[in-house]
Nanobody
């Protein structure tokens, strides 16, 4: 199994910045895509940004130009640099990965427990 642990959430004023980090550990044979999702109460979880093992990125329109996703394949980590934060970015942010635990396993989707980001003055 693969475990994902997020860090870096917190309270920030509008216009401020935060950096989220996620580390994958456990039985890891290969990690394909990694990404960040967010969810607010009463709404569906939505994709914020994703990155493939080759470095191709995808962003939600609402964060383009403000957020940057990056990953370190050697360390099995993914980060999300969030700049010019807005109150509407307030949510629980979840790390996601598509990974195989061994050569015999299929790719499975894994989730972290989430980290709260609050943007407020």
């Amino acid at each position: 199994q693969v475990q994902l642990v997020e860090s870096g959430g917190g309270l920030v004023q509008p216009g401020g910045s935060l950096r989220l980090a996620c580390a994958a550990s456990g039985s890891i044979f290969r990690i394909d895509a990694m990404g960040w999702y967010r969810q607010v109460p009463g709404k569906q979880r939505e994709l914020v940004a994703s990155i493939t093992s080759g470095g191709s990125t995808n962003y939600a329109d609402s964060v383009k130009g403000r957020f940057t996703i990056s990953r370190d394949n050697a360390k099995n980590t993914v980060s999300l640099q969030m700049n010019n934060l807005k109150p509407e970015d307030t949510a629980v942010y979840y790390c996601n990965s598509r990974a195989r635990s061994s050569i015999l396993d299929l790719f499975k989707e894994y989730w972290g427990k989430g980290t709260l980001v609050t943007v407020s003055s």
